[in-house]
């Protein structure tokens, strides 16, 4: 048996963080500890957790900084037990997700991050869109995500999401979520920034659809961009998303793969971070703004080259006893 923690990072989102208790207090398999970090200006939060009973340890945290990453670090910094499940305030396990959880890493001693399905169940057709590709990093540098509806027997990834992953305490030992990230809340692509980190130290990575959260996807500080193509009503949050992307997967791709992702970013890029053919693309529907979202993008990809050209130090990362040390190429 292995000790567990459930690590969830909150604000501002009382119902949502009591359905996510009230689901791990009905696990066949109890967390030994719940790690709730909260800022310290969320009044409401705190008093609802002065009251919440469970069978499990309860720690509470404060934190001042805004932002994941300095939230879920804090809940690392304390971290005390053999694995560390990490989830979103406004999901809600399924009453086997900790079993499951356990059971892979029981059974896998080189396994050292585990992720699953969050199953959106705002959307109509959460159940009905199935995608066999998930968490992959493309040669290109091109982010494959699907883990809301992936399908099909465990399989090893490259990329876990936040909302749904579980990982080995001593494979993020010397890890910490990267500092370098910009962003006021939900800090684009920390998950995958961790995830890559922890698989390019030598652990393997591996999704479960079996494993699944009922996602409720609650209110955000600011707008995803990371996610949908959404108007940009804010420039330096929608510059974050390319900006944060360069700066996760920069040292963990060979020479090659970083010269083959700037020309791609480039020249063709995606809906959300378009190059000049996605701009093309969307010149029809999106008229100037199309062109202002490729603008955008490529300040945002030199921006985070120069910075990391000045020598912005790379984040910490650990390596399982006993294995060779990984290339730098995924």
Avoid at 147 to 162: M, N, S
Avoid at 171 to 199: C, Y
Wanted: contains cysteine.
């Amino acid at each position: 048996m292995l000790t567990t923690s459930v690590l969830i990072c909150t604000y501002h989102r009382v119902h949502d963080l009591q359905r996510c208790l009230a689901a791990l207090e009905e696990q066949t398999r109890r967390p030994d500890e719940i790690i709730v970090v909260a800022r310290q200006d969320d009044l409401k939060t705190h008093a609802m957790l002065a009251t919440f009973q469970s069978e499990s340890s309860l720690r509470v945290l404060l934190v001042s900084a805004p932002g994941t990453v300095a939230a879920r670090n804090l809940g690392l910094d304390a971290l005390r037990t053999d694995l560390v499940s990490m989830i979103d305030d406004d999901t809600a396990p399924h009453p086997c997700w900790l079993e499951r959880i356990e059971r892979h890493f029981l059974v896998n001693e080189r396994l050292g991050g585990l992720g699953g399905r969050d199953r959106c169940v705002n959307s109509p057709d959460c159940d009905q869109v199935r995608m066999a590709t998930v968490g992959r990093l493309q040669f290109c540098g091109r982010p494959v995500g699907n883990h809301a509806a992936g399908f099909g027997a465990p399989r090893e990834v490259h990329i876990l999401k936040g909302a749904n992953m579980s990982y080995r305490s001593a494979a993020i030992a010397n890890l910490r979520f990267d500092w370098r990230l910009r962003g006021k809340g939900a800090q684009p692509h920390e998950d995958l920034a961790f995830s890559l980190a922890v698989q390019h130290a030598g652990w393997q990575l591996i999704y479960d659809p079996e494993i699944i959260v009922d996602h409720y996807e609650g209110p955000r500080e600011e707008p995803r961009h990371y996610a949908a193509m959404l108007p940009i009503d804010d420039v330096q949050a929608y510059s974050d998303v390319t900006y944060n992307f360069v700066v996760a997967i920069n040292d963990k791709l060979s020479y090659l793969r970083r010269s083959v992702y700037v020309l791609w970013q480039l020249f063709v890029g995606t809906r959300v971070s378009p190059g000049l053919v996605q701009a093309v693309r969307f010149t029809r529907t999106l008229g100037r703004s199309s062109w202002q979202r490729f603008w955008i993008t490529q300040k945002a990809m030199a921006s985070a080259y120069l910075d990391l050209w000045k020598g912005a130090p790379a984040v910490r990362s650990g390596r399982p006893s006993g294995s060779p040390r990984a290339s730098t190429a995924l």
